[in-house]
């Protein structure tokens, strides 16, 4: 026999109060994995959100003031042809670290169906952007089912002489657009229409065509065809009532420059952003002193994430903290109570020649091999309550989102064993103390109690 | 003459204990010699300070004053853990309720205090217990729990488990206060057989007049004195 075995066979001693002790310590751990597996899809989603549908990237580059006054003086604040040069001779050495490197262009202008004009923020992109992001690992891993859907037609198979434009659901049912480009059975003739008349209302609905209309980097006013190929969401209600996208090519036609808003970069390696932060960050604020790395999770860029994202921690930390204090309650009510009821015991291993450091440590394994094995179910049952709640495909709307999302809880090995080695440590030091503070009376008492 | 060299000595060894405003001397000056090999009865009425002095003997209670040798080693200078350490070596107890760990097999009870002797190796360890266990005469026993022995199968148990160590003084606080008469005397003969078998100094405390015919040596305590 050895100590560990001793201890197994004293938590034997009373299975009842064992068997309840270990369930609570293992029902907490399982609320605390759940919870935190449901943080954790909550804030990947996020940030894949962010970094892929909004168009963060990784990190992206743009002049400095573009947060503050990019939309009002786009020209001063956006990145020229000389820039964009420049910015790739510097990341060329770093070419295959990206997954995608691409540029954007942000505007802003109106949206009119003929009768209502709507303020709208274009995104311009390359195609290669629609076609390359849905294949990013994590895009497939993390993002939720209805934007990987989602659209299911883009401006990519369409000419640039039919202005191709995915615009949002809201915007599309603001400007009564219900059909796109495809699906239109037959294109209506263009005609003068009047926007008073009631009947008009299903001629518009069942034309694909929008105008856009913008302040151009030249100065005047500039007008264009554009038509609707698909319906589309941002994932955000505030800017699904504006956003549109379209190709970077026709975007920067309508404002008359080949400038670019930013350069987004999407890494091979996701994790190796702290990488960037602490090793290519330095370098190129020196090589740019009038540029700006941006990384996702910046709150300028991803305003939703970062402050999701840390509200969220918050209530990740304070349930850390209450499940730590209950399971620590739990086993000092336990300890408190095996350690009364053994008191002539821990007589008897005194009078055998135990130090109260051993009986410490010899209660100290007791409360170990019970947290261990509650932790172990913990874990089960953690991995079979997120199974049944990934499997039972309920929905829920976040707030601030545009639409359902799946309730879906992804679980964190690394937390689950951070998590499980730092209650057990905290077991093993609440026993040890506490034993040692219960057990140092003197032996002859402890002998002579009934 | 065999002269015994005196295991222990106690000099003037005074206890007071205080219940609730009341203070009560159990200890009121003893002074004791037990030798080598000895097998003495500490006999007292209920509240004369035998107890009081057993536990001050086996370390696990201290004096108020006095002084206390084993051997040559002053044992009241020893920290708590030092006199666990001689505990665990030199001295073994026998209570009179036995205080078996009642999830224990015989086997693993007698290997308790073997336990923290990290020197033994495995296979001295199981040797021991085995002699110690067949010297108390429960061979057969090694895998009962003790709520399936007798009360005396119970005490037997419980003085193997107090030679397993190879001490050099056991000391028994009424040991056969909860048996019968015909297993109080056949438990008194086994420890009469492992005194000279062993050379163990004993030293039980009781207030059992038929016992006291049968010991070398009879310790009268009235009052907290040694008579």
């Not at chain 2, 505990?87 to 097999?105: C, D, E, M, T």
């Not at chain 2, 007798?150 to 040991?175: N, W």
Request: aromatic share 10%; charged share 20%; proline share 4%.
């Amino acid at each position: 026999m050895e100590l560990w075995s001793l201890a197994f066979k004293n938590l034997l001693r009373n299975p009842r109060r064992s068997i309840v002790t270990g369930l609570a310590i293992a029902i907490g751990y399982t609320g605390l994995n759940v919870f935190n597996g449901y943080v954790h899809q909550v804030e990947r989603t996020l940030a894949i959100t962010s970094i892929y549908l909004n168009h963060a990237g990784h990190f992206s580059i743009i002049k400095k003031g573009w947060f503050e006054k990019g939309l009002s003086k786009p020209r001063l604040f956006s990145l020229d042809q000389q820039d964009q040069t420049e910015l790739s001779d510097f990341f060329r050495p770093y070419e295959n670290d990206f997954f995608l490197k691409t540029p954007i262009f942000t505007g802003i202008g109106l949206i009119s169906n003929g009768c209502r004009s709507l303020p709208f923020y274009i995104k311009g992109l390359e195609r290669i952007y629609r076609t390359e992001t849905p294949k990013a690992p994590e895009f497939i891993k993390w993002a939720v089912l209805e934007f990987k859907r989602d659209p299911k037609e883009t401006y990519i198979s369409f000419n640039d002489d039919d202005f191709p434009l995915m615009v949002t659901y809201n915007l599309s049912q603001l400007l009564n657009k219900k059909v796109t480009y495809k699906n239109a059975a037959s294109l209506p003739p263009s005609r003068i229409i009047d926007c008073q008349k009631e009947s008009e209302k299903e001629y518009l609905s069942k034309d694909p065509s929008v105008q856009l209309l913008a302040k151009s980097f030249s100065g005047g006013f500039a007008a264009t065809d554009a038509n609707i190929v698909s319906h589309y969401t941002v994932g955000f209600s505030f800017l699904d009532d504006i956003s549109i996208e379209g190709p970077l090519s026709l975007t920067q036609k309508l404002y008359d420059t080949q400038s670019i808003s930013r350069l987004i970069f999407f890494l091979k390696n996701p994790n190796s952003i702290n990488h960037w932060k602490s090793k290519i960050l330095p370098l190129f604020e020196k090589r740019f002193p009038k540029l700006e790395m941006v990384f996702f999770d910046d709150p300028r860029i991803s305003p939703f994430y970062t402050g999701s994202a840390s509200f969220l921690d918050s209530l990740t930390f304070l349930f850390i903290l209450i499940a730590g204090i209950s399971i620590t309650l739990t086993i000092i009510n336990s300890l408190t109570i095996s350690i009364l009821e053994r008191s002539k015991e821990i007589g008897t291993f005194r009078a055998l020649g135990f130090t109260n450091n051993q009986l410490a440590w010899l209660f100290g394994r007791e409360m170990i091999l019970l947290t261990s094995l509650s932790l172990f179910f913990g874990a089960l049952f953690s991995v079979m309550t997120a199974f049944l709640i990934n499997a039972s495909g309920l929905e829920y709307i976040p707030p601030g989102a545009s639409g359902n999302i799946p309730l879906r809880v992804s679980l964190e090995p690394q937390f689950l064993f951070i998590s499980f080695c730092s209650f057990a440590l905290l077991v093993l030091i609440v026993s040890y103390f506490l034993t040692k503070k219960r057990i140092s009376v003197n032996t002859s008492r402890l002998l002579a109690d009934s | 003459m065999i002269v015994f060299m005196a295991l222990i000595e106690l000099k003037n060894i005074k206890k007071t204990y205080t219940l609730g405003e009341t203070q009560i001397q159990a200890l009121r000056g003893i002074n004791l010699q037990l030798h080598e090999g000895e097998f003495a009865a500490l006999i007292g009425t209920s509240g004369s300070g035998k107890s009081t002095l057993l536990h001050i003997l086996g370390t696990i209670d201290d004096p108020d004053e006095g002084s206390f040798t084993m051997g040559d080693q002053n044992v009241l200078s020893l920290s708590e853990n030092e006199k666990s350490y001689l505990r665990n070596k030199k001295i073994g107890f026998i209570f009179q309720s036995f205080h078996l760990v009642p999830v224990l097999n015989i086997y693993e009870n007698v290997e308790l205090p073997l336990l923290i002797q990290s020197h033994l190796s495995k296979k001295e360890r199981h040797e021991r217990i085995l002699q110690s266990i067949e010297n108390v005469g429960l061979k057969d026993f090694l895998h009962h729990p003790p709520n399936k022995l007798s009360g005396g199968q119970r005490q037997r148990v419980a003085i193997a488990r107090a030679l397993v160590t190879h001490p050099s003084l056991i000391l028994a606080d009424e040991p056969t206060a909860n048996l019968d008469s015909a297993t109080t005397h056949k438990i008194v003969d086994l420890l009469m057989e492992l005194n000279t078998m062993m050379k163990v100094t004993f030293l039980f405390c009781t207030h059992d007049e038929k016992l006291m015919s049968r010991v070398q040596r009879q310790i009268r305590i009235q009052d907290g004195v040694i008579i």
